[in-house]
């Protein structure tokens, strides 16, 4: 059996702004883990659904143990499909997204997504064997208390079947999949403030240089004043002298 999390968040912006800003989230302080994105399908269904299909390039490195398993370039990097329904007559915006490579070793399921015949994916499809397979299924929908804010349920599988560490590598892969969700809100909540014209808040890194540089100055400020204390009490004892 794979490792199942699920969480309810919420964005604070009307789900319209969510949307447009889903589309721009990238580059933003926090997905420096993110390296390409592309479309490579995109069409609107005759009930106006909009489905789209992104390939995104992420960093992702393993942990020391597993990179026997691939070849450097491979072990270092990962990509992403994702898939998204966007319904403007609800409201809502589901994506799947799963790893393409990571997966090409195992055996089992290989995550891969169908489009059914009313436009919603159908269930994996089956295929190639597997080291760690991701898969993710996000929802944006208005939030039922406030209309004016974004309602995020995100659900998580993280599966693998490779003989004697399967149930590390899930542990890792959930591990990492928390991280980047944690990222990946941070990050939405930046491009929201931009586009609502606040101030985004600060990053960790910038908070610490900030501080780093703070501290800087009051030990300068003491080392100042330490010599000026020191200049005077020399000159008040050459006076008694």
């Not at 491979?74 to 329904?85: Q, T």
């Not at 969700?181 to 909540?189: A, H, L, N, P, Y």
Request: contains cysteine.
């Amino acid at each position: 059996m794979g490792k199942y999390c699920a969480s309810l968040s919420v964005l604070k912006g009307p789900w319209d702004q969510v949307f447009a800003a889903f589309w721009q989230r990238y580059p933003n302080p926090y997905s420096k883990h993110v390296l390409t994105e592309d479309i490579v399908h995109r069409e609107v269904t005759p009930d106006h659904k909009l489905l789209s299909r992104r390939l995104l390039t992420k960093t992702n490195r393993m942990p020391r143990w597993a990179e026997r398993f691939f070849p450097a370039n491979v072990a270092h990097s990962v990509y992403i499909l994702e898939d998204s329904i966007v319904d403007p007559k609800n409201r809502t915006m589901t994506t799947f997204t799963w790893n393409i490579n990571h997966a090409r070793l195992m055996v089992g399921d290989a995550a891969g997504w169908v489009w059914g015949d009313g436009g919603e994916p159908a269930v994996p499809t089956a295929g190639l064997c597997l080291v760690q397979v991701v898969e993710e299924r996000c929802e944006y929908r208005v939030n039922p208390e406030n209309s004016n804010w974004t309602e995020v349920k995100r659900e998580a599988w993280v599966s693998s079947s490779l003989f004697g560490v399967s149930r590390a590598i899930q542990e890792f892969g959930l591990a990492r999949f928390k991280s980047n969700v944690t990222k990946s809100t941070k990050g939405f909540e930046y491009v929201l403030a931009r586009m609502q014209g606040e101030a985004p808040s600060k990053t960790l890194v910038e908070t610490a240089k900030e501080a780093t540089e703070k501290a800087k100055e009051t030990a300068l400020a003491a080392t100042e004043k330490a010599k000026d204390l020191a200049s005077k009490a020399a000159t008040k004892k050459k006076q008694y002298v």
